[in-house]
């Protein structure tokens, strides 16, 4: 054997053994990959393995329905207790379906598996209950509204001024619903003491609270320094059945779905319609992650058509599967348009879509 064959046996054995102990390597990165999709018009399984409506609805009228109205999930691959190798990461870099993440991005620092879940069921619930109120209000039913003070941030302007099970109806003489609605009033104040309107044991009274400054994503904002939740008083029942699901994303979809089952015809013209995207109860879109793998896990669920927050149009650009047509979407009235659109043979290269 030749000295120049010898150092080349060398050398491979010796990348072969460096190779196999990056595998076994921790690594600091997680992979997202397109989950399962539901058709939010189907069925799902129930947390007794029975088949039930994913969407079902008492106290008023239903109607049959055709095609789909598919939300989208994502799955990551791996946690801080059990990272990919650096193998699965190199597969993951190379397939345009995956997406590798740094760990911290999708488990905070000091956040366990378990909280991670508790914290995810938590949104996932949240968003249903403002998907019915946007889907109800959409429809013409008073959600009767109620905003309430669940906590305080430490340190917080409102201590001492409110009390946890407050409602809070308005601020500086506006009627206020939820967050969004409450933070324009304390922030067009600029600082200036605010004055609300709240309901305590039964009674109303006026406080006033002088906002503190802070600063969020860059940005210079004014808070008072609750936590809040908004509760609702339906007029009709609404159920929805997803187990092991999580996370806010599904928020627009469940609305979508909600509107269709009470309504006589066929919101999405019998076809495969997929979207993602948060919603509040006032039925502004939103955000949401993973996007990508989203769509390429519409494509695979045989949708034509899908509905996208317009603030993730920036991830959308150019990674759109070839089959797939993207509309962006601001509120749930888009998202009605464009199905309206898609039902009626209209025009639909006139919608907005990510450019």
Known sequence: MSRATLAGIWALAIALVVLLVITFLPTSYVIQRPGPVYNTLGTATSADGEEVPLISVEGADTYPTDGALDLLTVQVVGNRERTPSWVELAFAWADETKAVLPIDSVFPEGTTTEERNEESAAMMV????????????????????????????????????????????????????????????????????????????????????????????????????????????????????????????????????????????????????????????????????????????????????????????????????????????????DALTALDTVTSDGDVAALPTCK
Not at 272 to 289: N, Q, R, S
């Open 126 to 333: 949240d968003s249903q209950q403002d998907a019915t109120a946007a889907a109800l209000s959409e429809l013409g039913f008073d959600v009767g509204a109620a905003l309430t003070v669940h906590s305080f941030v430490e340190g917080s302007a409102a201590e001492g001024v409110l009390e946890e099970g407050d409602v809070i109806l308005e601020g500086d003489g506006t009627v206020v619903t939820d967050a969004t609605s409450l933070r324009a009033v304390i922030n067009a104040a600029e600082g200036g003491p605010v004055t609300l309107l709240i309901e305590r044991d039964g009674e109303q009274q006026s406080v006033e609270i002088t906002p503190t400054e802070a600063e969020i994503d860059g940005e210079s904002t004014w808070l008072i320094g609750v936590r809040l939740t908004t509760t609702y008083d339906f007029p009709i029942d609404v159920a929805i059945q997803l187990n092991n699901v999580g996370g806010p994303s599904a928020g627009m979809m469940f609305a979508l779905g909600i509107i269709d089952v009470l309504t006589p015809e066929e919101i999405n013209g019998g076809e495969i319609v997929a979207g993602t995207g948060t919603i509040t109860a006032a039925g502004e879109v939103g955000p949401i992650g993973g996007i990508r793998q989203k769509l390429w896990g519409a494509l695979d669920a045989g949708a034509s058509y899908f509905l996208a927050p317009i603030d993730n149009c920036d991830e959308v650009v150019d990674h759109v599967p070839d089959g797939l047509q993207v509309f962006s979407v601001e509120t749930l009235e």
